[in-house]
């Protein structure tokens, strides 16, 4: 009885939730987990960013793929050895650095929450699932609820653009920066599927917390003993 008055206070105190966890711990004791969204303050969010720029997963990234074009020579006007692969690898890191920014402004402006919130779920396949969906969504309002996200669809593709009109040879063109676009749009899902089986992200990196939902969330717990 205690437990339901508890969840039906919190309920109605709180408005909605985007994610509950019931957890037993024994046979007695059991726990109520509710993890409830709060809005990224701004230091977070420019942490976030700094983390997702600058972070391990742009610059493993750009070192893997410096490596696969240096094997296929692409472009091949850069040519072989370490300047060559310097300069792909360095090219990568630009598309992911252009990508990160423009998807942090857009999603300012458009006034949504880009930072990645590991799932909250069990299963591979269902984490797998929640990582290739945040690929392309992102948290509005006050209650966390998740959109269809136009900064995460644009950004990919911004950075292939920039790349091309920047750095690339003249020859490569907006139909390269499209096609260089998706691949950038599927590794910006490999990276997310990385964070969530891999690493936690800046929250486990800065704060040592590793919540299902941080950084943008907070966790109570509600306990009755039978």
């Given at each position: 009885?205690?437990?339901?008055?508890?969840?039906?206070?919190?309920?109605?105190?709180?408005?909605?939730?985007?994610?509950?966890?019931?957890?037993?711990?024994?046979?007695?004791?059991?726990?109520?987990?509710?993890v409830?969204?709060?809005?990224?303050?701004?230091?977070?969010?420019?942490?976030?960013?700094?983390?997702?720029?600058?972070?391990?997963?742009?610059?493993?990234?750009?070192?893997?793929?410096?490596?696969?074009?240096?094997?296929?020579?692409?472009p091949?006007?850069w040519?072989?050895?370490?300047?060559?692969?310097?300069?792909?690898?360095?090219?990568?890191?630009?598309?992911a650095?252009?990508t990160?920014?423009?998807?942090y402004?857009?999603?300012?402006?458009?006034?949504?929450?880009?930072?990645?919130?590991?799932?909250?779920?069990?299963?591979?396949?269902?984490?797998?699932g929640?990582?290739?969906?945040s690929?392309?969504?992102?948290?509005?309002?006050?209650?966390?609820?998740r959109?269809?996200?136009?900064?995460?669809?644009i950004?990919?593709?911004?950075?292939?653009?920039?790349?091309?009109?920047?750095?690339?040879?003249?020859?490569?063109?907006?139909?390269?920066?499209?096609?260089?676009?998706?691949?950038?749009?599927?590794?910006?899902?490999?990276?997310?599927?990385?964070?969530?089986?891999?690493?936690?992200?800046p929250?486990?990196?800065?704060?040592?917390?590793?919540?299902?939902?941080?950084?943008?969330?907070?966790?109570?717990?509600?306990?009755s003993?039978?």
């Amino acid at each position: 009885m205690l437990a339901s008055s508890a969840i039906g206070q919190s309920a109605a105190g709180e408005g909605s939730s985007s994610d509950n966890i019931a957890t037993p711990f024994s046979s007695t004791t059991h726990a109520q987990l509710r993890v409830t969204y709060i809005r990224p303050t701004e230091k977070l969010k420019i942490r976030n960013y700094l983390f997702d720029a600058f972070g391990p997963y742009p610059i493993a990234g750009a070192a893997i793929l410096g490596a696969v074009n240096q094997a296929h020579n692409t472009p091949p006007e850069w040519g072989q050895g370490f300047n060559a692969y310097g300069e792909r690898a360095g090219s990568h890191f630009g598309i992911a650095l252009a990508t990160t920014t423009t998807r942090y402004a857009l999603a300012e402006a458009f006034r949504e929450d880009t930072i990645y919130y590991r799932c909250e779920c069990k299963g591979i396949l269902r984490r797998i699932g929640h990582a290739a969906i945040s690929t392309v969504t992102a948290r509005r309002g006050k209650d966390g609820h998740r959109r269809l996200s136009f900064p995460a669809l644009i950004a990919p593709y911004a950075g292939t653009m920039t790349a091309v009109y920047g750095w690339y040879p003249g020859r490569y063109d907006a139909k390269d920066g499209l096609r260089m676009g998706n691949y950038a749009l599927l590794a910006f899902m490999a990276g997310n599927i990385a964070r969530e089986f891999i690493y936690g992200g800046p929250h486990t990196l800065f704060s040592q917390l590793d919540l299902p939902g941080s950084p943008g969330a907070e966790a109570t717990e509600s306990r009755s003993n039978h």
